[in-house]
Nanobody, 121 residues
């Protein structure tokens, strides 16, 4: 089992940047594929980016390609999301998630509590 705690959210102007972090408990962090999701008010949760156990593979939503970068540091049990050129419509609660399944599995077993990102226009 793993527990996930996000941080780094906040208020930023449109065009600005934020870096989110997600720290995991436990000694098996490197055995999980990880992802970032977001949920805006009144909208369904959507996948933003994901990264494989060894960071060899990454995958991004079309809407964030070229602006967001997902990364991980297995030695620090930490997942990151660097977000650049943020847009007001990206205001949402951002969640990190972990799965022990394979790269093709899109269902996640563990979730953090979320961190609020607000982008002002």
């Amino acid at each position: 089992q793993v527990q996930l705690v996000e941080s780094g959210g906040g208020l930023v102007q449109a065009g600005g940047s934020l870096r989110l972090s997600c720290v995991a408990s436990g000694r098996t962090f490197s055995s999980y594929n990880l992802a970032w999701f977001r949920q805006a008010p009144g909208k369904e949760r959507e996948s933003v980016a994901r990264i494989s156990r060894n960071a060899l593979y990454t995958d991004y939503a079309d809407s964030v390609k070229g602006r967001f970068t997902i990364s991980r540091d297995n030695a620090k049990n930490t997942l990151y999301l660097q977000m650049n050129s943020l847009k007001p419509e990206e205001t949402a609660v951002y969640y990190c998630a972990a799965t022990s399944g394979g790269w093709g599995r899109r269902e996640y077993d563990y979730w953090g509590q979320g961190t609020q990102v607000t982008v002002s226009s």
